[in-house]
């Protein structure tokens, strides 16, 4: 079975703090691809990667940054956290169409 | 810009009944998922259709796929209880792999 892992299920933080969300995938997907999940508003997709060291900003990419390194982890950066970064994360990978999430992040910004 | 529409939003019916979720879209794609998602939880691959006339079923849903009308549809039989969840179709709008999710439906089953 596909392993996608988040490196938290809660975080807390206060605005302005650097936060570091994590997800691996433990299948060699070559995709993978960052959502947050809002009431109403389903998810919207943030950044995703085809490749190590290859971005591409997905339709609410204001506020992040992304970091692929290895093949496997496909890390999202909140440069300056703020209230309105309170979200759902969703990691997901995938390779030929289907994709598969993680866990999720629950992340409350104070 | 790619729109996936469902429909209805929300969705409480009675255990026994059948039912039928939509899902349009506004641009040309042959390729359509179907998610489950439990509360709290994360999203559940649930049907990969990826031709005009597909059909999946597992156990009382069945998605179907007509590419040419841009939509969707998972359809109920006999519900239970334990299909009370959020079901989201997402569209791959582009070939590549990015994929445009609906809001979702929320459905819940009454005894």
């Known amino acids: 079975d596909v392993k996608v892992t988040q490196s938290s299920r809660y975080l807390v933080k206060r605005t302005g703090e650097k936060v570091f969300l994590e997800c691996v995938q433990d299948?060699?997907?070559?995709?993978m691809f960052w959502y947050r999940q809002d009431p109403g508003l389903g998810l919207r997709l943030i950044y995703f990667s085809y490749d190590v060291k290859m971005k591409e900003k997905g339709d609410i990419p204001e506020g992040y940054s992304v970091s692929r390194e290895k093949k496997e982890r496909f890390s999202l950066i909140l440069e300056s956290a703020s209230t309105n970064q309170t979200s759902m994360y969703l990691c997901?990978?995938?390779?030929?169409?289907?994709?598969?999430f993680g866990p999720g992040t629950r992340l409350t910004v104070t | 810009e790619l729109k996936v529409e469902q429909n209805p939003l929300f969705l409480s019916m009675q255990e026994g009944k059948n039912y039928t979720i939509y899902c349009n879209y506004s641009t040309t794609s042959d390729r359509l998922y179907w998610y489950r998602q439990d509360p709290g939880k994360s999203l559940e691959s649930l049907f990969v259709l990826l031709s005009n006339g597909a059909v999946k079923q597992e156990g009382r849903l069945m998605a179907s796929l007509d590419t040419k009308a841009r939509l969707s549809t998972l359809h109920i039989t006999a519900a239970v209880h334990d299909l009370s969840a959020t079901y989201f179709c997402a569209v791959d709008g582009s070939g590549n792999e990015k994929l445009t999710f609906g809001t979702g439906t929320r459905l819940t089953i009454i005894p």
């Open positions: 997901a990978s995938s390779s030929v169409g289907e994709q598969y």
């Open positions: 299948m060699d997907h070559e995709n």
